[in-house]
């Protein structure tokens, strides 16, 4: 499963995600084979949650690679956070 939580300090006019991705290593880069969200934002809340499954292939290594979003006051701010790998049983 690939849980996401993402909170503002403060109730924020948008906040989410604008890419959830699937990495695996090939050739010793990371490199993405699956989009599992584009563009899931929520509205005038201050917590964003998005949970997900992804089936792997057992023995193979992979990561999530997620850009999130916030907006507020016609300001806004994005931070890319990567999992560490773990492999698929």
Same mark, same amino acid.
């Given at each position: 499963?690939?849980?996401?939580?993402?909170?503002?300090?403060? %109730?924020?006019?948008?906040?989410?995600?604008?890419?959830?991705?699937? *990495? &695996?290593?090939?050739? !010793?880069?990371? *490199?993405? %084979?699956?989009?599992?969200?584009?563009?899931?934002?929520?509205?005038? &809340?201050?917590?964003?949650?998005?949970?997900?499954?992804?089936? !792997? &292939?057992?023995?193979?290594?992979?990561?999530?690679?997620?850009?999130?979003?916030?907006?507020?006051? !016609? !300001?806004?701010?994005?931070?890319?956070?990567?999992?560490?790998?773990?492999?698929?049983?």
């Amino acid at each position: 499963m690939v849980e996401n939580k993402l909170g503002a300090t403060r %109730i924020v006019d948008k906040l989410g995600i604008i890419s959830l991705e699937i *990495q &695996t290593k090939r050739n !010793g880069y990371w *490199q993405s %084979i699956a989009i599992l969200a584009r563009d899931v934002y929520s509205y005038d &809340t201050g917590t964003f949650v998005y949970d997900t499954l992804y089936y !792997g &292939t057992a023995g193979t290594e992979y990561r999530s690679y997620v850009e999130f979003y916030v907006e507020n006051d !016609g !300001g806004s701010e994005t931070k890319i956070v990567v999992s560490s790998p773990v492999t698929a049983k």
